[in-house]
């Protein structure tokens, strides 16, 4: 059949993976354009990582009046935060308010999980299954299937065998979980269970924390908006967004980008005195640049953390264990907490070190370390995700010479911008690996990133193009330049989801290359770049 006869017969035009953060507002852009698109959603609802992650105390760290979209000014007066950091079910509000406002539910199907993607060159078309066994067919592709939305349990042996209630924080049940009066173990210790353990500590008979690596971590400082802030922060949304546009992380707080040296040293105190009394990441990402990139000045600050916990922890063997000793500060992912470290103050919360005692297995009634069996009613797996690939490894996407990405990406992943592959035609992947978006402030990210996609796909509808494939050259030279960018801090110190270690998971002991590091407005400039020169690197027709 010929392609101009087969598009009449296809079931959408684009299909939109996923209805979070990326897709919600994918989808209104396309609908902007006149497009027929549908959005496939896995989860009973929108939201994404917001419909998912309901555990006591899930809020994100970015400044909650720079994580709404910025697109719509009226939407923009008219919802009003509450807090400045806002909470998950507010969040959650925030995101269908929207896709109410702009009537956008129509266009979701929920509870609809993709299970296989294959691109068949004789249509230019890609067909999609699902769980269900149903099929449909679109001719341009769009994934919004987050970052962090594959959770992994941890690889440890009987992690199936516990009696009593165990769940991933990702799947936290949306009915009320009852932890009063309860022993209740978390494994993890990372900005999950930072968030959850000083609350699950107030309520719980028992709380036991199992840490293998301790994460460096640094107040939250999380207020409800005045009236006077409201007024403030709603008259100024545009200076706000323009000063997260000039940083390279999205957020409102700039590096400085005094050299560490010479600055005095009682200056440098005060300095990060006051950074460490400042909400939100200016503690991590408005600091001197010299102390994430240079090892000196970042183990000076590092020292300065360290005394910050020994200060907040009574006993002080406790705090030295939550010192990590394995990496500096900043170069894993910052979780920022309230009131995490003084939760070790409790009498009834017990941090057990696996490197003294490690977990020799999960029993029906407990974890059993090398020590002694913990017995509890329930157990909280805080361990985090196969992080920006394992979203796209649970699909399985099978590009235009029967190469699978999974198959294409088993080395680490190899992208074009990190919204393109070759291989892998009609298809745009929002926050994918080595996009701009997965190292910022996520809305701030993806609104360029679903901007760029949408202009793009308008070029190719207004071409009457119906195919496009990001060439195996631009590809090669964007992994470069993604590989030149890792070696311009300390990040690749350490090892975390953001160098794309995950000892769960086979293969991923290494060294993997998913994050832009270049910041955001160098990221901007290339796209931008990109789109001027006729989406150069990319093959249309
Ligand atoms: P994570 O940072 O990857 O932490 C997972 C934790 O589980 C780590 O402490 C890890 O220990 C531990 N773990 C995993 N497998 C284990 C095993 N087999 N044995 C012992 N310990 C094990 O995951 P996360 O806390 O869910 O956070 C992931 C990301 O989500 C964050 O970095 C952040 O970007 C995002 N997030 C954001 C917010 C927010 O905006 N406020 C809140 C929560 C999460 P090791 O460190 O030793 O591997």
């Known amino acids: 059949m010929a392609v101009a006869e087969q598009q009449d017969t296809l079931d959408h035009e684009i299909i939109v993976i996923g209805a979070g953060v990326s897709g919600i507002y ?44 910025s697109f719509s000014k009226a939407l923009l007066q008219e919802w009003s935060w509450s807090e400045h950091f806002a909470g998950q079910p507010e969040t959650l509000s925030y995101l269908n308010h929207v896709v109410d406002r702009f009537d956008l539910r129509r266009h979701m199907r929920f509870d ?103 994460n460096w971590c640094a107040p939250l400082l999380n207020a409800r908006i005045t009236d006077e802030e409201q ?39 005060a300095f990060w005195e006051e950074l460490y009394a400042t909400p939100g990441f200016a503690v991590w990402v408005g600091n001197f640049v010299d102390v994430l990139v240079d090892a000196r000045a970042n183990a000076e600050y590092t020292a300065f953390i360290a005394d910050k ?87 399985e996407f099978t590009g235009s010479d029967g190469q699978t990405l999974r198959e294409k ?43 760029w996609a949408s202009a793009l796909i308008h070029h190719l509808r207004s071409h009457g193009h119906t195919r496009i494939e990001a060439t195996a050259e631009a590809e090669q030279s964007w992994l470069d330049h993604v590989k030149e960018t890792y070696g311009w801090s300390l990040l690749p110190t350490a090892k975390s989801w953001f160098t794309g270690y995950n000892a769960n998971i086979d293969g991923h002991d290494r060294l993997r290359h998913l994050i832009y590091n270049g910041g955001a407005p160098r990221y901007r400039k290339r796209l931008n770049a990109v789109a001027d020169q006729d989406y150069v690197g990319f093959a249309m027709d």
Not at 196 to 202: F, G, K, M, Q, T
Not at 241 to 267: L, M, S
């Open 309 to 395: 916990i020994r200060a907040r922890v009574n006993d002080s063997e406790v705090a030295e264990k939550l010192i990590p000793k394995d990496h500096g500060f900043g170069t894993r992912r910052v979780p920022l907490e309230t009131n995490y470290y003084e939760a070790y103050n409790r009498d009834n919360v017990h941090l057990v070190d696996l490197n003294q005692t490690p977990i020799k297995r999960v029993t029906a009634k407990g974890i059993q370390t090398s020590a002694r069996e913990h017995e509890f009613d329930v157990i909280i797996w805080a361990t985090g995700f196969d992080a920006i690939t394992g979203a796209f490894d649970r699909i």
């Open 231 to 269: 007024a403030r922060i709603k008259a100024t949304y545009d200076e706000i967004f323009a000063r997260c546009r000039e940083t390279p992380g999205g957020f409102v707080h700039a590096p400085d980008r005094r050299r560490f040296d010479e600055v005095p040293e009682d200056v440098r105190l």
């Open 409 to 451: 990406w088993h080395d680490g992943p190899v992208t074009y911008l990190g919204l393109a592959a070759s291989g892998f035609p009609n298809l745009l992947t929002i926050s994918g690996p080595q996009s701009g978006s997965v190292a910022t402030n996520f809305p701030r990210g993806i609104e360029e990133a679903v901007d």
């Open 112 to 214: 609809a999980k993709v299970r296989a993607a294959r691109f068949e060159e004789d249509g230019r078309l890609w067909r999609l299954e699902l769980e269900s066994g149903e099929e449909l067919t679109c001719r341009f592709l769009v994934t919004a299937i987050g970052m962090l939305s594959a959770p992994v349990l941890p690889r440890i042996e009987g992690v199936e065998d516990f009696k009593g209630t165990a769940f991933h924080t990702y799947h936290w049940p949306a009915e009320k979980v009852e932890l009063a009066g309860k022993r209740v173990g978390v494994l993890g210790t990372g900005a999950t269970a930072v968030q959850l353990i000083p609350l699950v500590a107030e309520v719980a008979e028992s709380l036991t924390v199992f840490q293998r690596r301790p």
């Open 26 to 69: 994918q989808l209104y852009r396309l609908l902007e354009m006149g497009v027929d698109v549908q959005v496939l959603e896995a989860g009973a609802a929108p939201g994404g990582t917001w419909f998912w992650n309901r555990y006591p105390g899930a809020r994100f760290d970015s400044e909650s009046w720079t994580y709404g979209y």
